[in-house]
Structure formats: structure tokens, C-alpha cells
């Protein structure tokens, strides 16, 4: 199936989700997930009017970023604090930042850089941490102080990957946001749905789904 017809699809089957919802279209935000696919596919995608694009490794993700400068890429993988200057230089946001610890090494790289970048805030309300990083729900209070009123990296919203048999992962991240949309005074955004599970995404009030497979297909290993 080439990529037009596929991204058709996946508007049809978007659409079908937020008509059961009772929700507009245009109220979720489709990024495609670009990881491990080639440099002419993206430029396919860009052609389609795509202009941001996710991805989940620093080397990677930079490499894209610098190849094809008109668009923006979103880090959503695991970020290192030695990646951190790339990170920053090389991606318009960062979803998935997770630790008090990254704050403070960002801002003052942000500040040389003299550069903001929108942050979004990974949880993991299943102690998932190991596998997929993500900060737990205890230490969330943490992260947010340290975060507080950064105006290079301001806080747009939360991002998570919740465990595919927990069929209720979905409202409970739903509910987080309303709450700390009340504490924190702010609205957030909500990243959450993938290929397999954006209906039920959709369906719970996600903001921005995260799509690779039913958008670009398999995933490949470009040639380096
Ligand atoms: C790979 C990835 C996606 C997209 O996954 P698909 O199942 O291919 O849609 C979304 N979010 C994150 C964080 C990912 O790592």
C-alpha cells in the first residue's frame, strides 16, 4: 500500500473514532511517528503536508532534523543528560522528559542556547519505568516544581504509553490531566494512543495521537 492510500485510511478510521466520541476531527492532533523510517518517506509524508514528525532517538532524530530543516521533529524517547545539547538543538519539543534531575541541566542549556523548547511531561502510573522511562505519579510533584514557571521550557502537557491490558490506562491518564489542569491552573495536552489503541485513545479524550505503523508501515532500518 503506498502512503497516501495508507494515511487515507487512517483519517477514515480516526474519523469513525471521534464520530463514536461525539468529538471533532480536528480536536486530535495526528503526529506521525517517523522512527527507523528512511528519509524519502518522511519527505513523502512532508509532501502530504506533514511537518512534524516523532521520534525516539537523539542521534537518529537529529540526523533527520538536519537533513530536512524545514521540518520539526518531537523527541518522545528516553532522554539522557548527555544528550541533552542535541536533544534541545535538534527537536522542537520534548515529550518525554521524566526526572527533576533533566530540569535543571535543561534550563541552563536552554539559557546558552538561548532557545525554548515546549515540554511534556511522560507518566507512568504502572511502574513501567524500566522498560519505557516515564515518571510515576508519587514523584510527579517533584517534577513539576522544578518545572514551574519555566519560560524557556514550558509545560504544554503529558505524554504516556500505557501497558496495552490495562483497558482503563486510558481514563486514568484522562482524569490526571483534569486534575492537575485544577492544581496547576493551566491547560495540558494529552499525548496518548498509538496504532494499536487510538480509537480507545480518542475515545478518552486524547489530544494528540502518536502514530508510526498505520501511518509510514513497518518500520525499516535506514542504511547508514
Ligand atoms: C514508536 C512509538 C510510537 C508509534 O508506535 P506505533 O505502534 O508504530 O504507532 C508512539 N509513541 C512512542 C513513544 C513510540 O516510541
Excluded at 511537518?51 to 530543516?69: H, I
Excluded at 542535541?86 to 541541566?105: N, T
Excluded at 511502574?127 to 524557556?152: H, I, V
Amino acid at each position: 500500500m503506498n502512503l497516501a492510500d495508507r494515511i487515507e485510511g487512517l483519517r477514515v478510521r480516526i474519523q469513525r473514532a471521534c464520530n463514536s466520541a461525539g468529538r471533532e476531527p480536528a480536536s486530535v492532533e495526528l503526529l506521525p511517528v517517523s522512527k527507523k523510517q528512511p528519509l524519502p518517506l518522511i519527505r513523502e509524508a512532508a509532501a502530504l503536508g506533514f511537518t512534524r514528525f516523532g521520534e525516539n532517538y537523539v542521534q537518529e532524530g537529529s540526523d533527520k532534523a538536519m537533513a530536512l530543516p524545514k521540518l520539526a521533529f518531537v523527541l518522545l524517547g528516553p532522554l539522557q543528560r548527555n544528550k541533552a545539547r542535541p536533544a534541545l538543538e535538534h527537536f522542537s519539543e520534548i515529550q518525554s522528559l521524566d526526572r527533576p534531575e533533566l530540569v535543571l541541566r535543561l534550563r541552563h542549556l536552554a539559557e546558552e542556547l538561548d532557545l525554548v523548547r515546549p515540554i511534556w511531561i511522560q507518566v507512568d502510573l504502572w511502574d513501567e519505568a524500566t522498560k519505557l522511562g516515564g515518571c510515576s505519579e508519587s514523584d510527579l510533584p517533584a517534577l513539576l516544581s522544578a518545572l514551574d514557571g519555566d519560560a524557556r521550557l514550558p509545560l504544554r502537557g503529558l505524554m504516556a504509553i500505557p501497558p496495552p491490558e490495562d483497558g482503563s490506562a486510558f481514563a486514568h491518564l484522562a482524569s490526571l490531566r483534569d486534575r492537575l489542569q485544577q492544581e496547576l491552573g493551566q491547560s495540558l495536552r494529552l499525548s496518548m494512543g498509538m496504532s494499536s489503541d487510538l480509537d480507545a485513545a480518542i475515545a478518552a479524550g486524547s489530544d494528540q495521537i502518536r502514530i508510526g505503523t498505520a501511518f509510514f508501515g513497518e518500520r525499516t532500518y535506514p542504511a547508514r
